[in-house]
Nanobody
Framework: QVQLVESGGGLVQTGGSLRLSCAASGRTSSSYAMGWFRQAPGKEREFVAAISWSGGSTSYADSVKGRCTIARDDAKNTVSLQMDTLQPEDTAVYYC?????????????????WGQGTQVTVSS
């Protein structure tokens, strides 16, 4: 079992920045690929970014490419998502996910474990 807890969400103005963090606990959590997803009201959950278990591979949605950076710190069992130049369309609940298979996580958006989410609201 892997437990995931997100933090760092909040209210920010257009053009601002936020840094989301996901704390992982459980057996061999560092062996998992990690990802961030988001779900806006009335919309389906969508992929944001992912990082492989080694940190050697990353992937981003086109909508956030160049504005977001995913990173992992296995010594602290955390994964972060730095988000810059935020826009109102970035408003959503952001979820952290863990998966044994990085490719599956990126292509099918299926995670083995999910956090409860953290709200990000960008005001115009």
């Amino acid at each position: 079992q892997v437990q995931l807890v997100e933090s760092g969400g909040g209210l920010v103005q257009t053009g601002g920045s936020l840094r989301l963090s996901c704390a992982a606990s459980g057996r061999t959590s560092s062996s998992y690929a990690m990802g961030w997803f988001r779900q806006a009201p009335g919309k389906e959950r969508e992929f944001v970014a992912a990082i492989s278990w080694s940190g050697g591979s990353t992937s981003y949605a086109d909508s956030v490419k160049g504005r977001c950076t995913i990173a992992r710190d296995d010594a602290k069992n955390t994964v972060s998502l730095q988000m810059d130049t935020l826009q109102p369309e970035d408003t959503a609940v952001y979820y952290c996910a863990a998966a044994l298979n990085y490719v599956v996580l990126v292509t099918t958006h299926e995670g083995d474990y999910w956090g409860q989410g953290t709200q990000v609201t960008v005001s115009s």
